[in-house]
């Protein structure tokens, strides 16, 4: 399975949430029973780690995953953004890549 591309423009200064519903090749709720994820932000691909977020993988078979960044982390972002992904390792040690993308950074003005 291909990741999924989904761009991000995240604002300096403010706080950040997704929840990412995550199914099956059918469509259906995939279980996240047993399951880990993380997502990084990068300057480029395989370069400098910016920022890491902070992810939920919510309790039950309810497919549903949590990434946030705190408004400090935003506020260290460079302008010039980066690149980011979302992977997935399964219950049974799989992983999987299910988004990535280009990272737009906003500048902040007001703090």
Do not use: C, H
């Amino acid at each position: 399975m291909s990741a999924a591309s989904y761009n991000l423009l995240i604002e300096q200064g403010v706080d950040l949430s997704i929840q990412v519903a995550v199914q099956d090749s059918t469509g259906s709720t995939y279980s996240l029973a047993g399951a880990a994820a993380a997502a990084q932000i990068r300057d480029t691909y395989n370069g400098s780690l910016l920022a890491s977020f902070s992810v939920v993988t919510a309790t039950g078979v309810t497919g549903r995953l949590d990434l946030a960044l705190n408004a400090a982390t935003a506020s260290a972002l460079p302008l010039s953004g980066g690149k980011w992904d979302l992977l997935l390792t399964t219950s049974a040690g799989t992983k999987v890549r299910l988004l990535n993308g280009n990272v737009t950074v906003s500048g902040e003005v007001t703090e």
